[in-house]
């Protein structure tokens, strides 16, 4: 089983609508979770983070997670073509200061 | 500008040469990591540093090696490159706090034929 998974799309979505993207991780002892935005050949970069049950909100962006059920999402709202990327998910469990990826999820706002 | 500087940013090469890809970065994060990005497997870690002076191994570490004399530099070096180590790496560092994030280079893309 691998430590992060994320359907790996692609993920359509029409211009305005919300765009959900999912993660599970398999390491219950995990404690920060971060999504990363990744425009194809370029680097990840951060566009949330979230490290306690519930949400958290960030202009468009809000980051869901829920840890008994080991599932972190991030909800894109009024979704823009711009937005359209690889969306990665990263989980670091304390005391290593080890991050694992999810492959990501593949997403495509169509204008 | 402070961020992460990767060197270069791709580089073809024969199988068996020998190789070293650069990192620095200018944050005074404690620690540092190398990433390989494979299509359809995502980042994987290959060896990281929690602070100048130690290293350890990630999940994909044969054939590569690393060494971190200074808090800024982390090099990676394949020291007999082969086919399957065509890939896009990473370097990235962070703070040595688990709420801290990582932060990115902007890539070494390396064939090897």
């Known amino acids: 089983q691998k430590e992060v998974e994320q359907n790996s799309g692609p993920l359509s979505v029409p211009e305005g609508a919300i765009a959900s993207l999912n993660c599970t991780y398999s390491d219950r002892v995990s404690q920060s979770f971060f999504w990363y935005r990744q425009y194809s050949g370029k680097s990840p970069e951060l566009i949330m983070s979230i490290y306690s049950n519930g949400d958290k909100e960030d202009g468009r962006f809000t980051a869901q997670l829920n840890k008994a059920s080991q599932y972190v999402s991030l909800l894109i709202r009024d979704s823009q073509p711009s937005d359209s990327a690889t969306y990665l998910c990263a989980v670091n469990r304390d005391n290593f200061n080890k991050f694992y990826f999810g492959s990501g999820t593949k997403l495509n706002v169509k204008p | 500008i402070a961020g992460i500087t990767q060197a270069p940013t791709s580089q073809i090469l024969a199988a068996g040469r020998r190789m070293t890809l650069r990192c620095t970065q200018d944050?005074?994060?404690?620690?540092m990591y190398w990433y390989r990005q494979d299509l359809g497997l995502g980042l994987r870690l290959i060896h990281y540093?929690?602070?100048?002076?130690?290293?350890g191994k990630g999940e994909v570490p044969d054939g590569y090696s690393v060494s971190r004399a200074n808090t800024d530099d982390f090099p990676l070096t394949l020291a007999s490159a082969v086919p399957s180590q065509t890939s896009v790496y990473f370097c990235?560092?962070?703070?040595?706090?688990?709420?801290?994030?990582?932060?990115f280079g902007n890539g070494t893309r390396l064939t090897v034929t």
């Open positions: 990235a560092s962070s703070d040595l706090d688990s709420n801290s994030p990582l932060h």
């Open positions: 540093s929690n602070t100048a002076g130690t290293t």
């Open positions: 944050m005074r994060h404690n620690a």
